[in-house]
């Protein structure tokens, strides 16, 4: 046992084995890993960057079609 | 490409296998019991007498978890015996006839062929001599195990402390923990793998829910926390642990999969 070198007073106060106390506290098994929840920014990224692409999309056509227009007149 | 596919999957096979058996089981199988020391300090002076003892000494070692060792000192006054543990004295011996029965005993036969058998473990219970207090614990561990869905793989045998011909074998049971000795209390030991003796159950601590998280622990998956730091103290027995039948745990949890836990 890896408990029996403790001090005690009476049987009452006597350690439990070690392998009785894991097994009750479930410390006998890999504790699977718990899951953290992280702070989720994808959402935000995605609607931003989306928005980014539209409006340089637009901006780029804009662009494109003004300068065929002044083309035309010429 | 192929090759390596079948290794990868042979492997996990393996892997998946090692996880799932349980400690009983495993200990069965894999856990081979550490080895004792018996050793003969003398002076250097031996009569034909002692060779032979040294001899058969010797030869019955070799069956059984203990080396011989005979070894000379010149302040040895008279020859002795010394038996260690894990570099710890277990016990000491002035004469060769005070040997008998220590590498083997009837108790130790019949438990060792329980588990040989496939047998989840072997209960043994430890009384003191004191009815008041046997009795009493013994009905507790007899109506947890009736009451355990693993009693058929269970088998409990009783031993009294002061059994003159058990003498050795209560002796390392006493050994498994340091204190044991002085306590006068009943006490419960889980026998199981080759001959692996887990720290005992004793006076109060012999409940119905302490009983049950035994069974628990030897009915579990077998971790690598357990077999990293395994429980208990091996007992010097001379068994040939050589194709024990199948463990007879795993049909009733296979017809009972609810029974499997960690």
């Given at each position: 046992?890896?408990?029996?070198?403790?001090?005690?007073?009476?049987?009452?106060?006597?350690?439990?084995?070690?392998?009785?106390?894991?097994?009750?506290?479930?410390?006998?098994?890999?504790?699977?890993?718990?899951?953290?929840?992280m702070e989720d920014h994808s959402l935000n990224i995605a609607v931003v960057s989306t928005g980014a692409i539209i409006i340089i999309t637009l901006l780029l056509f804009t662009a494109y079609f003004i300068w065929k227009k002044r083309k035309k007149i010429k | 490409m192929k090759i390596r596919g079948f290794r990868i999957v042979w492997f996990a096979a393996i892997l998946s296998m090692a996880c799932t058996t349980k400690v009983s089981e495993w200990f069965l199988l894999n856990a081979v019991p550490d080895k004792y020391i018996l050793v003969y300090y003398h002076n250097g002076q031996h009569t034909d007498k002692v060779?032979?003892?040294?001899?058969?000494?010797?030869?019955?070692?070799?069956?059984?978890?203990?080396?011989?060792?005979?070894?000379?000192?010149?302040?040895?006054?008279?020859?002795?015996?010394?038996?260690?543990?894990?570099?710890?004295?277990?016990?000491?011996y002035s004469r060769y006839d005070s040997l008998r029965t220590l590498f083997s005993s009837p108790l130790r036969r019949e438990i060792a062929d329980?588990?040989?058998?496939?047998?989840?473990?072997?209960?043994?219970?430890?009384?003191?001599?004191?009815?008041?207090?046997?009795?009493?614990?013994?009905?507790?561990?007899?109506?947890?195990?009736?009451?355990?869905?693993?009693?058929?793989?269970?088998?409990?045998?009783?031993?009294?402390?002061?059994?003159?011909?058990?003498?050795?074998?209560?002796?390392?049971?006493?050994?498994?923990?340091?204190?044991?000795?002085?306590?006068?209390?009943?006490?419960?030991?889980?026998?199981?793998?080759?001959?692996?003796?887990?720290?005992?159950?004793?006076?109060?601590?012999?409940?119905?829910?302490?009983?049950?998280?035994?069974?628990?622990?030897?009915?579990?998956?077998?971790?690598?926390?357990?077999k990293d730091n395994l429980p208990g103290m091996s007992i010097l027995s001379e068994t040939s642990w050589e194709n024990p039948e199948p463990a007879m745990v795993n049909k009733i949890l296979d017809d009972n999969p609810a029974l499997l836990h960690h």
């Open positions: 046992m890896k408990q029996d070198t403790i001090g005690y007073d009476s049987l009452e106060a006597r350690p439990l084995p070690k392998w009785l106390t894991d097994q009750r506290d479930g410390l006998n098994y890999y504790q699977p890993e718990m899951p953290k929840m | 060779k032979w003892q040294n001899n058969e000494l010797d030869n019955e070692a070799k069956v059984a978890n203990v080396l011989f060792q005979p070894i000379q000192k010149e302040d040895v006054k008279e020859p002795y015996y010394a038996l260690y543990y894990n570099n710890r004295l277990q016990a000491e329980e588990l040989m058998d496939g047998k989840l473990c072997v209960m043994l219970f430890l009384k003191t001599g004191i009815p008041e207090k046997d009795e009493r614990r013994m009905e507790i561990i007899q109506h947890t195990i009736s009451s355990s869905p693993f009693r058929d793989v269970i088998t409990l045998k009783e031993l009294d402390r002061n059994n003159w011909e058990e003498k050795h074998f209560v002796s390392m049971l006493l050994q498994v923990e340091s204190d044991l000795k002085e306590i006068q209390e009943p006490m419960l030991f889980g026998i199981f793998g080759q001959f692996r003796a887990l720290e005992p159950l004793l006076a109060n601590g012999i409940s119905p829910e302490n009983i049950n998280l035994m069974i628990d622990f030897l009915t579990a998956d077998c971790s690598c926390l357990i």
